[in-house]
């Protein structure tokens, strides 16, 4: 079966304004992800990408644009199943202010059991990602075979939970996963079981440096902003 390269969009204004953007419309990247999303193809540059999916989302579009346009020819697909998780209620709210929610120690500590107010649950948006993935993996086969490697350009909390998918992690235990803006990850599917091959990875070591701020203990909603 494939090989999955999960990729998250670029840095959004939203990351930045520490705001849960969701399905806000009007979300785009900020300058560090359009630097970040312009160094794509090199960073890809030796992957056959087969086919492009893609959340139906501003920032992930902005993200492949540049990538797209160094692989003139590839299919590219919007599917909104891999589309941000629906926080309903809490789009477009600040991520400090909802950390007083009683709803954000279920989101951290029980997130099977986490649905957000006006929205979605956690476990729903596991769900319809892990089916597009597997329908994708079925329909990338079918069309360039068993070897073959295609991208989804994605957000935090839904490659969060893919990866939790492919490795039987439970979903409680899926905040311990980060992703960090324009991170790739990689999923080789087999017939009996999928492989993390690669996880978060940016080619850039200066997240993991001591911060002004502490990260602290609690995973943030949607993902972090990444490096400053």
Known sequence: M?????LRHGRSTANTAGLLA??????????????????LPARLVALPLAEVVTSPLQRCQETIAPLLAARAGVPVHT??????????????????????????EVVQQHPS???????????????????????WNARVERDHGA???????????????????????HLDLFQRVSVEPCSVTAIRYTRLRPYLVRLGDTGDFGSLAPREVPAGDDAQVGGDAGAP
């Open 79 to 104: 599917d909104e199943r891999i589309g941000e998780c629906h926080y309903g209620d809490w789009s477009g709210r600040k991520l400090a202010e909802l950390a007083d929610e009683p709803l954000m």
């Open 147 to 169: 070897d073959a490697v295609y991208l989804m350009c994605s957000h935090g909390d839904i490659i969060k939970s893919l990866v939790a998918d492919a490795i039987g992690l």
């Open 2 to 6: 494939p090989t999955l390269i999960l």
């Open 22 to 39: 969701g399905w806000t419309p009007g979300v785009g990247l900020d300058e560090r992800g359009s630097e970040q999303a312009a160094a």
């Open 113 to 135: 059991a986490a649905a957000f107010p006006g929205g979605e649950s956690l476990r729903s948006m596991q769900t319809r990602a892990a089916e597009a993935v597997r329908e």
